[in-house]
């Protein structure tokens, strides 16, 4: 079965840029998707297909994908940005598959 | 606007059963399929499965048969995450998500305890 990695905890100052990353066999070839949760609210999609922003995302958020790793890229973090965040992929064999979460702290 | 709604907060003795609702407003229901997911305390979102709003073929994934049905009421755009046997280990909450590649809307989430 395909699995993905993610690091539990990510830090990030206030203002500066987090990243989080996902990590897979051969991920560059697989469309990566990113999901915010916040505790006690709904998921949240923040970037699909690798780099592409739903509409009232703010461009903070950005994303690469290439050869065994995936980034989520956020800039001029602010405290709203504290929350878990998931990496998705469709495989296959697997179908959906998710990463661990990694909880972003600002 | 897309908008996936769910039933409320439910209380289950271990052994007991549960029957949660996921409606879905905005978009046409059959064009996309529905999702569930779960999380529990001290863990990740887990995908339980999916369900194909057309033929209402369920897929499940690992460590989600047996216990766990998917269906269906097109006739008012309703999903439903039907649990048997329930154990306090599936005390958690449960999410709706449409779409597989990305899951691109998800529900509020219904919170599921299980204790006696």
């Known amino acids: 079965s395909y699995e993905l990695s993610q690091p539990v905890s990510v830090s990030v100052a206030l203002g500066e840029t987090a990243k989080i990353s996902c990590g897979g066999n051969r991920i560059g070839s697989k469309n990566v998707h990113w999901i915010q949760h916040k505790p006690g609210q709904a998921p949240v999609l923040v970037l699909y297909k690798d780099l592409n922003r739903p509409s009232g995302i703010p461009d903070r958020f950005s994303g690469s994908n290439s050869g065994n790793t995936a980034i989520l890229t956020i800039s001029r973090a602010q405290a709203g940005d504290e929350a878990d965040y998931y990496c998705q992929v469709w495989d296959s064999t697997s179908y959906v598959v998710l990463g661990g979460g990694t909880k972003l702290t600002v | 606007q897309v908008q996936l709604v769910q039933s409320g907060p439910e209380l289950r003795k271990p052994g007991a059963s549960v029957k949660i609702s996921c409606t879905a407003s905005?978009?046409?229901?059959?064009?996309?399929?529905i999702n569930w997911m779960r999380r529990v305390p001290g863990q990740g979102l887990e995908w339980m499965g999916w369900?194909?709003?057309?033929?209402?073929?369920?897929t499940y994934a690992q460590g989600f048969t047996g216990r766990f049905v998917f269906s269906l009421d097109t006739s008012v755009n309703t999903a439903y995450l039907h649990i048997t046997g329930l154990k306090t280990d599936d005390s958690g909450v449960y999410y709706c998500?449409?779409?597989?590649?990305?899951?691109?809307?998800w529900g509020q989430g219904t919170l599921i305890t299980v204790s006696s």
């Open positions: 998500a449409r779409g597989l590649n990305p899951a691109d809307f």
């Open positions: 905005g978009y046409t229901f059959s064009s996309q399929t």
């Open positions: 369900i194909n709003i057309n033929d209402a073929k369920a």
